[in-house]
């Protein structure tokens, strides 16, 4: 079978198979910290306000976080123990937001309403929906986008199609891959409960060829449910990429600033649909998550970690840094965010930490646009970021909008293979901000 | 943590690929043709490539230093474009008229625009340009050995049989400027810049296909013989030179594949208008220059299709 794919796009490290060989065959390990330090904003939305106290003792499971507004998941605590403190700490996104530290007992100790939910036959469309929701998912492939709202589809809507994004494209990310190896039943699983909630006729879960072992063991385990299969892609960036991965699996397109479900489709990743298979089933919230830390530091490593982990702790369990840190990143190196402080805690939306020492990460210098044209032919929207580029530096309001910046999904192809090391997608991120700001006038 | 961290917005990794690495391939793949050169025409030939390189990146040097600008000519880019000069004279110019063309090239035609990628015509061709049209007589005569001898094209232009063999003007045994004359090692140079991905195969293919073609319909309409003729056209001139090394040019040339096509077809029969019914025995040079003025307007009309656009909603 030929592997699925869309138009333009990178092969960053394909010499170094993508950088996924120093963690790929690295299994989950369950990881328990002194610590959790949880945040209230895990979430594209509004902000939880928690409801426990300094000198409470919570329990695994417990609401700690009630959601801020319809866009917003409530946060559940992640380990047993005693609330330490409530007050602002350092956030991935650079502030200092809002969250419960809990000391963890060690005991696992399980909240009252974790309970089993019902079953796939059990349940319908909407019980479905609202376990999601209780159950605080969002979207585990880093935009953490709720998940309750996603499928909350008006009845004008259609869903063709509920794809699984299994495609991992980012660098040295291996979480989805090691979930996709040793919980294949439960994403599984959760695809059917996901594809009942969502009313699709099927859904396929899309991994990309440079995992033909995932591929195999999800194949299998979508055996027994009806509609549910698995679509071969190609190993490309940015393959995951939501938009991408619609036109390389239906062949269809999301018209411009539309979202999936205007071409009948819905994205999750594989990792949300474990956590929806765990919220039906053991009744447990979305507090726990595979985290990939790699790049250099000793033992390159997959976590199921809480949500909270300290990253300095998940450091040290790695054994430590390998040579001189010069870069943390949340996430991997094509979209992932570079942290100033390596005392953040791990969110719902942490799929891996890349560390780049002073070998990996060399600051580069900007020179000339040489119009080598590099940028338009990777572009995988056919946009011309050279253009855009030149326009977000003039601040030229025009340019952006015809140009249409705002359908970058700042994907950083074009900052990658540009030889003149210009900061493309960095400058058309910029260019989206001040059209955003021209537009509210 | 005593030492700071970077931090910047993602992507955190890049390319190997350099405007350094990407201008030292052109200059590789130029290399042989130009041993060519000097091997056919003598060590005068490696001294006006030295006067053309030396002058180029010199005057970049001068100009960024004047303007207060960093001085970029590490890039190569000056080379590059001294080279492609001194590869478009004939071996009998003089090596003050070399210097003065590598110098205008650079200061008028590349850093009076603003530099790398911003020049509007390809500074090498342009300064080709002032070169015939201020020393017509000198920079049009060929001499091998310091015998004047007439390009296989001019002899074609004007009815003459044409001396050199096609083997001779394939290996390079043949009255024409330094760089031009060795088709061959042109063609190897231009392949080892597709092998590299350095250039695409849109401009070449289409601008060398379109000569083909449009030569081969004029000699088959004019009763004369197709291959001869064809090959002749394609061999004896600078349109391997032009095609792999000129055309190409990044700053001047389209950015789509579609647009580089149309560029390519565009200088195809613009060179074979001028060669077939122009005042000059040759054409690649100006008609690359005239097509460099349209590649903003091909540009224009082959912008890439934007993902989801025409695109009917679900709902």
């Known amino acids: 079978m030929k592997a699925l794919t869309f138009k333009g796009g990178v092969h960053p490290l394909h010499r170094q198979h993508e950088g996924k060989p120093l963690s790929k065959d690295a299994a989950l390990r369950e990881f328990s910290p002194a610590v959790v330090v949880i945040p209230m904003s895990q979430h594209i939305g509004a902000p939880c306000k928690p409801c426990v106290s300094v000198g409470d003792r919570v329990l695994l499971g417990q609401l700690i976080g009630e959601p801020g507004g319809f866009v917003s998941a409530p946060i559940h605590a992640s380990v047993s123990g005693k609330v330490i403190a409530v007050e602002p700490r350092p956030h991935v996104n650079g502030t200092n937001v809002l969250s419960v530290v809990i000391e963890n007992d060690g005991k696992d100790e399980l909240d009252p309403s974790v309970q089993p939910k019902g079953t796939l036959d059990s349940l319908s469309p909407d019980e479905i929906k609202k376990i999601i929701l209780e159950a605080g998912i969002v979207g585990m492939g880093g935009a953490a986008f709720p998940t309750h709202v996603k499928y909350a589809v008006k009845p004008d809507q259609k869903v063709d199609y509920l794809i699984l994004n299994g495609a991992e494209c980012e660098p040295y990310l291996t979480s989805d891959h090691r979930m996709m190896l040793e919980h294949s039943d439960r994403i599984a699983l959760g695809a059917a409960l996901l594809k009942k909630a969502s009313g699709a006729p099927v859904c396929i879960i899309g991994i990309e060829n440079n995992k033909p072992d995932a591929i195999e063991a999800m194949t299998k385990a979508v055996e027994k449910y009806e509609g549910i299969s698995v679509a071969v892609l190609k190993t490309k960036y940015p ?64 976590f199921i970690a809480p949500c909270g982990t300290l990253y300095t702790d998940l450091f040290e369990a790695c054994g430590g840094y390998e040579g001189e840190v010069a870069k943390i990143i949340s996430g991997g190196p094509m979209m992932g965010l570079a942290v100033a402080d390596p005392g953040i805690p791990t969110t719902k939306g942490t799929s891996g930490i890349t560390v780049f020492s002073t070998k990996e990460y060399k600051p580069v210098v900007e020179s000339n646009c040489i119009r080598c044209a590099r940028c338009v032919d990777v572009c995988p929207v056919g946009l011309e970021p050279y253009i855009l580029n030149a ?12 140009k249409d ?37 | 943590m005593d030492k700071l961290l970077h931090v910047s917005a993602s992507p955190h990794i890049r390319d190997a690929r350099t ?23 003598g060590l005068r030939a490696l001294l ?45 110019a003089e090596w003050w008229q070399v210097m003065i063309g590598s110098v205008f090239a650079i200061v008028i035609v ?69 760089g031009e004359v060795s088709a061959v090692l042109l063609i190897l140079g231009g392949v080892y810049l597709l092998c590299r991905r350095v250039i695409k195969w849109q401009v070449p293919v289409a601008y060398i296909g379109t000569v083909a073609v449009f030569t081969g319909i004029y000699a088959a309409a004019t009763g ?69 003025l349209a590649t903003p307007l091909i540009d224009k009309a082959t912008r890439p299709r934007i993902y989801g656009s025409e695109v009917k909603s679900n709902a």
């Open chain 1, 391 to 402: 326009a977000a530096l003039r601040s030229n309001v025009d340019v952006l909008r015809e």
């Open chain 2, 110 to 178: 590349k850093q009076l625009f603003g530099g790398l990628g911003f020049n509007v015509v390809n500074p090498a061709l342009a300064a080709r340009a002032v070169l015939q049209n201020s020393w017509a007589g000198s920079i049009s005569i060929f001499k091998i050995d310091g015998v004047t001898a007439a390009t296989p094209l001019s002899q074609l232009k004007s009815g003459q049989p044409v001396d050199a063999s096609l083997l001779d003007m394939f290996l390079g045994k043949t009255a024409g400027c330094i």
């Open chain 2, 19 to 41: 405007t350094t690495g990407l201008m030292g391939d052109v200059l590789i793949a130029l290399l042989p043709a130009g041993i060519a050169g000097v091997y056919f025409f």
């Open chain 2, 224 to 292: 004369k013989s197709i291959d001869t003729f064809v090959l002749t056209h394609l061999l004896g001139g600078g349109l391997m030179l032009g095609a792999f090394f000129m055309a190409t040019d990044y700053a001047t040339c389209p950015m789509t594949g579609l647009g580089q096509l149309i560029f390519g077809v565009g200088c195809g029969i613009l060179t074979s208008v001028i060669r077939l019914w122009g005042g000059y025995p040759e054409g690649a040079s100006y008609s690359i220059l005239l097509m460099n």
């Open chain 2, 48 to 92: 006006l490539i030295a006067v053309g390189v030396a002058s180029a990146v010199l005057a970049e040097f001068l100009c960024q230093k004047a303007a207060r600008h960093t001085v970029t000519v590490g890039d190569l880019s000056a080379a590059v474009t001294g080279l492609l000069l001194a590869y478009n004279v004939p071996v009998n």
């Open chain 1, 239 to 302: 393959q995951g990429g939501e938009k991408q991965l619609i036109k390389a699996v239906t062949g269809r397109e999301v018209p411009r600033g539309g979202l999936p479900i205007a071409a009948g489709c819905i994205v999750s990743n594989v990792s949300t649909a474990a956590a929806v298979a765990d919220a039906v089933y053991k009744g447990m919230p979305l507090v726990r998550r595979a985290v990939t830390v790699t790049g250099s530091v000793k033992q390159p490593s997959n």
């Open chain 1, 405 to 441: 910046a705002m359908s970058c999904i700042n994907c950083g192809c074009c900052t990658y293979v540009c030889p003149a090391k210009r900061d493309l997608a960095q400058s058309i991120a910029l260019g989206k901000k001040i059209l955003a700001k021209a537009a509210k006038k």
